[in-house]
């Protein structure tokens, strides 16, 4: 069973939108804080935003104004609306969450998603 799952990726036009989703499996028991990252090719992986535990957000200066990062902690879900898209947003959409399993009760460990594909066309 795969840990993190995200989905919602697509091809959509400049100035389109779209909704990327995040699930945490059951085995994660406990959030400490989510993520999304994003790395297009021949660049490094970026966070475009982040989310705590008690709902402090955190955007890349580039998305600010734009995407807006939510979570429905009791379905250990988060979610990245992503508005006004620009063509320099494709990239693979990673989510991230760093929480505590039924594996390391006691400790916080980043778990990934697969990566959602999103492209945003001129």
């Known amino acids: 069973q795969v840990p993190v799952v995200e989905s919602g990726g697509g091809l959509v036009q400049a100035g389109g939108s779209l909704r990327l989703s995040c699930v945490a499996s059951?085995?994660?028991?406990?959030?400490?804080?989510m993520g999304w990252y994003r790395q297009a090719p021949g660049k490094q992986r970026e966070l475009v935003a982040g989310?705590?535990?008690?709902?402090?957000?955190n955007y890349a200066d580039s998305v600010k104004g734009r995407f807006t990062i939510s979570r429905d902690n009791a379905k250990n879900t988060m979610y990245l609306q992503m508005n006004s898209l620009k063509p320099e947003d494709t990239a693979v959409y990673y989510c991230?969450?760093?929480?505590?399993?039924?594996?390391?009760?006691?400790?916080?460990?980043?778990?990934w998603g697969q990566g959602t594909q999103v492209t945003v066309s001129s």
């Open positions: 991230n969450v760093r929480g505590r399993s039924t594996t390391y009760y006691y400790t916080d460990r980043d778990y």
């Open positions: 059951g085995s994660i028991f406990s959030i400490n804080a």
């Open positions: 989310i705590t535990a008690d709902g402090r957000t």
